[in-house]
């Protein structure tokens, strides 16, 4: 009968630690897919922007190009199919420019008064681009042996709306002092230092685009809740409505994020 009991014992000690040691294990791999297995995933994310704007105003022989900082932030929501494939969606805000950008011809903003000479000069001056867009991404992430610790890519196109774009003049009194001569298409906005021509007011609209199409890619490195974003997109619309103009925008960025 003892042995009986210290079998039966030995048995069930045997099931407990087995079911200890599975409920560890799921436990483990909950904690492993817990975004992946929660279906809908809300994001919130905040980082730094890189704009690299290529623009090209024939007319002129004016081209000029490089990195603009600015702050950028998004919501989105992603649909984890499995644990492995997903999709993702939101809504981003960020800045976008050109610094810097020499030999303006005052001939591109200015109309010389009946009579005169055509305008000659130039103005130095910093584009600012404010930008809600909308990305559907396709994503796949990928857990390492490690608990909690992901690598994810996401890449897909996005649609992209300019809310304002404005030029502000560095040489701002000779642009104040021309103010009367100012072409229609634009608007001058006056300051104590600091002169801003706005891109899309009067009949500037007529000229640029307002929607932006283009395709993005991103790399995710998680940690838990927390995660590190690097990305890039790439504007494949020309924000001149003519022909012989182009301007297109090109995104880099970092941001940090939490799913929730």
């Known amino acids: 009968m003892l042995s009986l009991l210290i079998a039966i014992t030995c048995a069930f000690a045997q099931q407990e630690l087995s079911m200890s040691f599975d409920i560890k294990k799921a436990n483990k791999d909950s904690k492993k897919l817990k975004v992946a297995e929660a279906g809908f995933v809300p994001r919130l994310e905040v980082g730094l922007n890189f704009a690299n704007l290529n623009h090209h105003i024939e007319q002129y022989k004016l081209s000029y190009s490089g990195l603009e900082l600015g702050f950028r932030a998004s919501i989105g929501l992603a649909y984890y199919i499995n644990e492995v494939h997903y999709l993702a969606t939101g809504l981003n805000y960020h800045m ?11 001939s591109y903003f200015y109309e010389p008064a009946n009579g005169s000479k055509k305008l000659e000069g130039e103005l130095n001056a910093n584009l600012k681009n404010h930008i809600l867009s909308i990305p559907l991404n396709y994503g796949v992430r990928l857990p390492f042996e490690f608990e909690n610790l ?18 502000e003049l560095g040489n701002a009194e000779r642009a104040l002092g021309l ?30 685009n307002r929607f932006d199409a283009g395709l993005g890619i991103s790399l995710l490195f998680e940690l838990k809740e927390l995660y590190l974003r690097a990305g890039a997109n790439f504007g494949l619309t020309n924000m001149y409505k003519d022909k012989l103009n182009t301007w297109r925008n090109q995104d880099y960025y970092i941001n940090v994020g939490i799913h929730f």
């Open 150 to 167: 992901a690598i994810s890519v996401e890449a897909g196109p996005y649609l992209a709306y300019m809310l304002s774009s404005q030029l």
């Open 96 to 106: 976008s420019g050109a610094d810097d950008i020499t030999d303006m011809p005052l």
């Open 179 to 208: 103010d009367k001569h100012l072409k229609p298409e634009f608007q001058l906005v006056k300051s104590t230092n600091m002169a801003k021509i706005n891109l899309y007011d009067k009949q500037g609209v007529e000229a640029l």
